[in-house]
């Protein structure tokens, strides 16, 4: 199908980003480009993928295509035409009509952005307003199609609604009904699926595959996954450090990719179908305008030689896809699987962390409550029964809102579990975190998702490690500031860290200091929630592996939330599936993922993503999430296509194989035949 | 163990520290710099006026009262024949004094409780912010006549009524600068630590939310400054002998028609240093990147 698309698109393109240079000026007062003779075009109806590290400028050149500038930036050479139209030299006015109607826009996190205040009809009419000429009158009617369009369930009572009141899900898909309001041409999309859950982030790419077939439309989807861009883009480019290295038909750039840089990054992505961790990039990305001469990539490039950093390298056209780099055509790919990393557990037969039929609830029983005899409603979370071996790792795995958080919380003494027992070899978890003696209070450490929030914004790296140490060990400023520079070498970090605040540190590097500071009370157990998710693929890698080696060298135990299966098999020992506060399957990850499945975790396993643009998810059900699991019966019941009467009313039994564990009234057998065989494990490049 | 070689090639150019960034950002407003340079003229005259009052500031002369503005006494003269330059000198120091005290205590226990009310949250916070509301609708000057009539006008319990009053305006402000930062992951990860609560309050909260504090306790010293002067005004503040703008002010009054200096000068002199004060908390605002305008109150 592509072949034919990509010959009729070379012919007209719409959108045409010719030699395109953009620049601003820094702190120092000196005028650096962020955006480097970036030169590409995008035919009618036609997807192009932007992708690369963050920082890379992607998201730069998105909004360049709407001639949106960030302050202070500059165009410093080239054009950018939409239909022959220099977007930089239109008047204000027609620039306004053109955003959001002919040309629109999805940003990062659009759904979150939604107006809070605002009923979801109030937002749509907004839309409308500015962006078609339809009289208001018929704002309704067409607010209704716009839902439907993007398949909402009734759409009517969803005009009714406030943001907060839908999923994750479906604000993305009312932000994508919002951009679709202007009848766009041109759909730009940054980062559309980045903090959806694997199900829920299968269900918007498949939205957004069938709208550009339904409406012709032409997008622009940059994101940092390679594997949302090979679902949605025939063409691929590649930034690094502000230019575009590589370029051409997702098949040629995902399957054959040519430049050393594509190449890491594609290697750097866990996968379901191999064994132990994938090789990390090291280095990061170039400084804004630190480079000026040389191929930006020379000092992370594994083939680096001496021409490679005195002259610029040359944008090779090779059979129609364009490659920027000196040794372009001459460079052979290793097979990949002989870089993964494989490390040996050390796990022992020790048990470290008990779960019993753990109960924790949101709900508190008020007074009305008590006077009226109100039941309380069904606990968020119920029946866990987990062990975690001392040295093991225990993934915790399911969409959002299925309690992986929750059960931290409740280990973590923050929200303390209701019912049931948790216990740290003798001692007791159930009491909340404040009643914990110090030494308790040590050995349970916590690492988060996002370290921008999990650092304080005004405390140095040493003001960071020293409270720890200071609260555990009670150590004087002078041996604070030692141990402190040991965590910051323990985490591959050097001494000068230490006065710098996170502000001047980047992602890879704030979660090294999230973990050094969590290693400074020298903890039996870490819980790490979704550790990695907001970094990007090369940077992961490498986080993941200090992660593992860390555990080596100290023994750790990890309780670890991840929604990406292949990060989860990676690194993980053993694996409990939740649906809805319940496990459904649990066991060593060999077993659980490619044993017998649970259907929830076969549905998880059929939507996980590949960087392969012929690999195709599959995915069932709706992504609406439901607002409390079942009273009775299994608590997938609503959503499994096998469920039968029984389901409903009768909780299922555990049914093992093996190690494997597996919640369901169905036998194993009749598992295996009725789910069909398994698609997704295979080898991606056979 | 493969040692992962960062940032090393990267020149460790350690960047400018906030508070010089600020500063930076305050030399560049105009009107900030002016109002800044009168407030430290202000402050550095409060304090050496002692040394440079050319008269005696209570020596009262019988044969020169209300004098016009002239080469020996360049304000003129009060009914009193006392030397209005060297009045009204001295006539700031009480009013900076118990206004910089009394800001320095609404400052810290409004914001402390601000802090641990944001912090804590819940039906506390609900209750106790009714209860501050209920006492932001006291008309507070009429209140404050009440309390120093009944205790007296002491220094100290200038100090401490004024102080009080004004931290229930700081409190408000501060609670809605602390309310951002309280979901955030570093104050839930202070929690599992262990932390106590008046550790996450003070290291956790306190450096996020002491821009906004320090931008409130320039405004709120700006208004105790005009509220101080109209207790003098009133009768309530400075007792007499001792100069002091409100006073002066409130004993000339009558001659305004005759000797509109006696008023003039401490009147300019009350008002440049509170337009001063609020230039500088203007800009010092803008400078940290907090809008007042966005502010609560
Ligand atoms: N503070 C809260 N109050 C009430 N319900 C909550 C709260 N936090 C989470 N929940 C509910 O608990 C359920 C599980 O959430 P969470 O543990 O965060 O899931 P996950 O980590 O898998 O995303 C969701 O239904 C969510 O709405
Ligand atoms: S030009 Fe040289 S340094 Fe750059 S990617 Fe190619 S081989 Fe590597
Ligand atoms: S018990 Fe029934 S509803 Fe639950 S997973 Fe098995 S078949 Fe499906
Ligand atoms: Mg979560």
């Keep these: 199908m592509s072949e034919a698309q990509t010959m009729n698109t070379t012919m007209t393109p719409m959108l045409d980003v010719d030699n395109f240079t953009l620049g601003y000026t820094n702190a120092e007062g000196r005028l ?13 109806g036609e997807a192009l993928g932007l992708v690369g590290e963050s920082g890379c400028g992607k998201s730069t050149l998105a909004l360049a295509m709407m001639a949106f500038l960030r302050s202070g930036s500059q165009v410093q050479n080239g054009t950018i035409r939409f239909h022959e139209q220099d977007l930089f030299a239109l008047k204000p006015k027609m620039l306004q009509s053109l955003r959001g109607g002919r040309i629109g826009l999805i940003p990062q996190n659009a759904g979150q952005s939604l107006t809070p205040t605002l009923k979801i009809d109030a937002q749509l009419y907004e839309a ?45 898909r009312v932000a994508v009904a919002m951009a679709l309001a202007g009848q766009p041409e041109l759909l730009i999309l940054d980062e559309p699926t980045t903090g959806l859950d694997v199900t829920t982030q299968a269900h918007i790419l498949e939205l957004l595959r069938t709208l550009r077939q339904e409406l012709g439309m032409a997008m622009v989807f940059v994101s940092h996954d390679l594997g949302a861009v090979a679902r949605i883009s025939e063409r691929i480019a590649v930034m690094y450090a502000g230019e575009v290295i590589e370029l051409g038909s997702s098949h040629q750039v995902l399957l054959q990719p040519t430049h050393p840089y594509t190449r890491a990054l594609l290697d750097a992505i866990p996968r379901l179908d191999a064994e132990g961790l994938p090789p990390s990039l090291p280095g990061y990305p170039p400084k804004v305008g630190s480079i000026t001469q040389g191929c930006a990539f020379a000092g992370r490039c594994p083939h680096a030689q001496p021409i490679c950093s005195e002259q610029d390298a040359p944008l090779a056209a090779l059979s129609g896809h364009q490659v920027r780099c000196h040794l372009a055509g001459e460079l052979k790919r290793p097979a990949s699987d002989s870089k993964v990393v494989q490390l040996p557990v050390q796990s022992s037969d020790e048990p470290l962390l008990m779960l019993e039929q753990v109960q924790i609830s949101y709900h508190r029983q008020g007074l009305m409550d008590a006077l009226l005899q109100r039941p309380a409603p069904v606990a968020t979370v119920d029946g866990i029964d987990l062990q975690l071996n001392k040295g093991e790792t225990l993934a915790l795995v399911g969409e959002s809102g299925s309690g992986k958080s929750t059960i931290m919380r409740a280990i973590s003494g923050i929200q303390p579990a209701r019912n049931g027992q948790i216990r740290l070899k003798q001692d007791d978890l159930n009491l909340p975190v404040e009643q914990r003696s110090k030494a308790l209070k040590r050995r349970v450490q916590m690492i988060f998702q996002n370290p921008d929030a999990s650092l304080n914004p005004r405390h140095t790296v040493f003001e960071i490690l020293q409270q720890p140490l200071k609260l555990y060990f009670g150590l004087n400023h002078d041996a604070c500031r030692d141990k402190a520079a040991e965590l910051l070498s323990l985490v591959r970090l050097a001494p000068h860290y230490l006065d710098r605040l996170p502000g001047q540190l980047s992602g890879g590097e704030k979660q090294r200091v999230a973990i050094a500071r969590c290693f400074a009370g ?29 555990q080596q060298q100290r023994g750790v135990t990890y309780l670890f939330i991840a929604h990406d299966l292949a990060v989860v098999k990676a690194i993980a020992d053993q694996v409990a599936v939740l649906y809805q506060g319940r496990i459904c399957q649990v066991g060593p990850v060999s077993e659980v993922f490619t044993g017998h499945h649970h259907p929830y975790t076969r549905t998880l396993l059929n939507a996980v993503l590949e960087p392969d643009p012929n690999h195709q998810p599959v995915i069932q059900g709706d992504d609406c999430s439901e607002q409390y699991p079942p009273a009775r019966g299994c608590a997938y019941q609503r959503r499994c296509p096998l469920a039968e009467p029984r389901c409903k009313e009768q909780l299922p039994p555990w049914k093992t194989d093996g190690g494997n564990r597996i919640r369901c009234h169905l036998e194993l057998d009749a598992l295996a035949t009725l789910i069909d065989r398994p698609q997704m494990i295979k080898a991606v490049n056979a | 163990m493969t040692a992962i070689t960062m940032d090393m090639n990267t020149p460790v150019t350690k960047p400018a520290s906030r508070w010089r960034q600020v500063w930076s950002n305050l030399r560049r407003s105009p009107s900030g710099m002016i109002g800044l340079s009168v407030l430290i003229f202000h402050l550095l005259l409060a304090l050496l006026a002692p040394w440079l009052a050319p008269h005696d500031w209570t020596l009262q002369n019988g044969y020169q009262i209300l004098q016009a503005p002239s080469e020996a006494f360049w304000f003129g003269t009060d009914h009193m024949g006392r030397d209005l330059l060297s009045r009204t000198m001295m006539g700031g120091r009480e009013a900076i004094t118990v206004t910089m005290l009394g800001t320095l205590l609404a400052v810290s226990w409004g914001g402390l409780v601000g802090m641990t009310l944001g912090f804590v949250g819940g039906r506390t916070d609900a209750w106790l912010m009714r209860v501050i509301d209920a006492l932001l609708a006291i008309p507070w000057l009429l209140f404050l006549l009440l309390v120093i009539a009944l205790v007296g006008q002491q220094t100290w319990t200038l100090v401490l009524t004024l102080g009080f009053f004004f931290g229930i305006a700081v409190v408000r402000v501060v609670r809605g600068a602390t309310l951002e930062y309280v979901p955030r992951d570093f104050v839930l990860a202070a929690r599992t630590r262990g932390e106590s609560r008046l550790t996450i309050v003070v290291r956790e909260l306190l450096p996020n939310v002491l821009d906004a504090l320090l931008v409130e306790a320039a405004m709120r010293w700006a208004w105790m400054l005009l509220a101080f002067s109209s207790l003098s005004f009133l009768g309530f503040g400075v007792v007499p002998p001792t100069p002091d703008w409100g006073l002066m002010i409130a004993d000339s009054r009558g001659m305004i028609s005759i000797a509109p200096w006696a008023v003039i000068f401490p009147a300019l002199a009350l008002s440049t240093l509170i337009i001063s004060i609020n230039l500088t908390a203007d800009a010092l605002a803008k400078a940290i990147g907090l809008d007042r305008a966005k502010a609560p109150v």
């Excluded at chain 1, 650096?32 to 009618?44: E, K, N, T, Y």
């Design chain 1, 32 to 44: 650096v480009s962020v955006l480097r003779d970036v030169s590409l075009q995008v035919a009618p």
């Design chain 1, 128 to 172: 409308l307003k500015l962006h078609s000429d339809l009289p208001r009158s018929q704002w309704r009617q067409r607010a209704i199609e716009l839902l439907q369009q993007v398949r909402l369930p009734a759409p009517e009572a969803m005009l009714e609604r406030y943001p907060h009141q839908l999923s994750g899900g479906q604000q993305q």
């Design chain 1, 522 to 550: 020298d903890p039996d157990l870490i819980l790490c929630d979704e550790v990695t998710s907001a970094l990007d693929v090369s940077v992961q890698a490498a986080v993941l592996k200090l992660l593992k080696e860390l």
